[in-house]
């Protein structure tokens, strides 16, 4: 459960995540603090977007983010390492199909 | 060389000269982190600009000066930049209203420029369009902040605007070089970003609860090369590198 942890005197932070030009998902880039939404992605676009590498910025308020902990990682994650007939790899892909 | 020409770009580009420094003594005294950068990043914007201009000035002069050689080796009767831009940088709230004001007659005057009938001037003038779009989003969006903010926001925010108010009417000022470049289709009359820049500045001190000042506009001379106590000083602290070192390059 996410808690606000916001200090005294201190702006809440913002997770921002920046679209490299061609399409491609957006990724996480960094954090700034910022007392609201519109100067959030002013300061991310100052921060994060100066040497061409966005076309598109997303902030989200830390607090609002809800991540798997460290501890969560074997019973998340192991269980699907080990059974490959889950993953599409007995195909062969047809010619002139691009696979990225 | 065209004259009027000549001395619209020394205009253009002191302006964003001198604006630049002033707003890159921000760095390293910033209020938090991201302001710092914000700051230093529109100063580097209108530092960038001002090359662009200052570089097309030297090549109209035609007598084989370039930005550095102007930016570095003119002395303070021979800048052209708006008084206005010159005053030191003041507290948070001054830097920002400063902001506001210029990027909002930017706006109109940068876009009409950039529909003029030289294709290098209005290139650059549509790039400078471009940037100033974001310094005024910066600028208003901080200024509705601090003036409909705190007590003590509102009261620095209004105190800036009632002392940044009276330097404003220099933006309108106009003389043979304005006449004769309106005449060319170069450059638009200055009157006429007059109404845009004042209801575009209102809608956003508006929203910031803020007032501005009646009373008469402050005596003009920037434009001429008369400038206040403050651009001694500053030009003195921006060239004493360039001058030291007379043709170092690194």
Redo the contacts between chains.
């Keep these: 459960m996410a808690t606000d942890e916001t200090k005294v005197g201190e ?1 809440p932070l913002w997770e921002v995540f920046t679209q490299p030009p061609g399409g491609r998902p957006h990724e996480h880039a960094g954090s ?4 609201d939404a ?2 959030a992605l ?2 991310a ?3 994060y977007t ?1 040497r061409g590498e966005a076309v598109s910025v997303w902030v989200v308020p830390t607090a609002r983010i809800t991540a798997s902990t460290p501890s969560d990682a074997g019973p998340f994650f192991d269980p699907g390492n080990d059974k490959a007939y889950r993953h599409p790899q007995f195909y062969k892909t047809p010619r002139g199909v691009k696979v990225f | 060389m065209s004259a009027p020409l000549f001395e619209l770009l020394l205009r253009l580009g002191d302006d964003r000269l001198v604006l630049g420094h002033r707003n890159s003594e921000w760095c390293g005294h910033g209020p938090i982190l991201e302001e710092d950068i914000a700051l230093a990043n529109i100063a580097l914007d209108l530092v960038g600009q001002s090359q662009l201009f200052l570089e097309l000035a030297g090549t109209i002069e035609g007598q084989g000066r370039d930005a550095d050689n102007l930016a570095y080796w003119r002395d303070e009767s021979q800048f052209r930049n708006l008084q206005m831009v010159e005053l030191p940088r003041g507290d948070f709230a001054f830097t920002l209203v400063r902001q506001l004001l210029f990027a909002a007659w930017s706006h109109h005057y940068l876009d009409a420029l950039a529909k003029g009938r030289r294709p290098d001037l209005a290139g650059i003038a549509a790039k400078a369009f471009k940037e100033n779009r974001y310094h005024f989003r910066h600028a208003s969006q901080w200024v509705i902040r601090l003036g409909d903010g705190t007590e003590e926001s509102h009261a620095r925010a209004q105190a800036a605007l009632d002392e940044l108010w009276p330097w404003t009417g220099e933006f309108f000022y106009r003389d043979e070089t304005d006449q004769v470049l309106a005449g060319d289709g170069l450059a638009p009359e200055p009157e006429t970003i007059h109404e845009p820049w004042l209801a575009l500045v209102t809608d956003v001190l508006t929203r910031a609860t803020l007032v501005p000042p009646t009373g008469p506009m402050r005596m003009v001379g920037g434009r001429r090369g008369r400038h206040t106590e403050h651009l001694g000083h500053m030009l003195a602290e921006m060239q004493i590198v360039a001058r030291s070192h007379p043709g170092a390059s690194w």
Excluded: L, T
């Design positions: 702006w700034v603090h910022a007392p519109e100067i002013q300061n676009r100052d921060a100066r």
